[in-house]
């Protein structure tokens, strides 16, 4: 779970500070974000962003999604959103000594916001897209781009289901690091 998150955070990750399992993760972190970004459906729905936002548009996809599999999570997994999001905090809270000082920030904040189990709302959407605006350290238009998905829901909905099946399939023909 460290591994799948500490890639956003950094991007020296040295081989001899962390454990195989991390490492595992960011190697899977990694192998999702490359899947994605060459995925057809991906860049599909990437399309439908409008020009205005076109240029964060892996970023605007990237949140919807994740607002798409938490509104269908029990398709994908026995259990409940918020247990899972508990538990996913608790590891991350376990493994802070692991983390640089940024992740261990935001690792600090997800909980108390509850972060993740909001992705299930528009609200939790709007709000990781405006917080990504904000952490853009130049001007943007990424703000507001709530809009985007309201605009086109029903259309990046089953892009993600389709999508989603694809990287689950991908996901189980990896092999473990060595």
């Known amino acids: 779970m460290v591994g799948n998150l500490l890639p ?10 962390y454990s195989r399992e991390v490492l595992q993760g960011v190697e899977l972190h990694r192998f999702i974000d490359a899947y994605t970004d060459s995925h057809p459906i991906f860049k599909e729905s990437r399309k439908r962003i409008s020009t205005e936002r076109r240029r964060f548009s892996a970023v605007l996809i990237d949140i ?9 999570w029990e398709q994908y997994s026995d259990d409940s959103l918020l247990e899972s999001t508990q538990f996913y905090y608790t590891q991350l809270a376990q493994a802070e000594m692991l983390m640089p000082p940024r992740l261990t920030d935001a690792i600090k904040r997800m909980p108390k916001i509850d ?4 992705y299930r709302t528009l609200k ?12 853009i350290r130049f001007e943007n238009n990424l703000h507001g ?13 089953a892009d993600f289901h389709l999508f989603f099946s694809d990287l689950q399939k991908a996901v189980t023909r990896l092999r473990p690091l060595n």
Do not use: C, P, W
């Open 8 to 17: 956003d955070f950094t991007k020296q990750i040295s081989e001899k500070e």
């Open 64 to 72: 919807f999604y994740d607002h798409f599999l938490a509104i269908n």
């Open 115 to 118: 972060l993740l189990y909001n």
């Open 124 to 135: 939790g959407i709007e709000h990781a897209v405006n917080r990504v605006s904000q952490r």
């Open 145 to 157: 781009g709530i809009v985007e998905l309201e605009n086109n829901f029903v259309e990046l909905e």
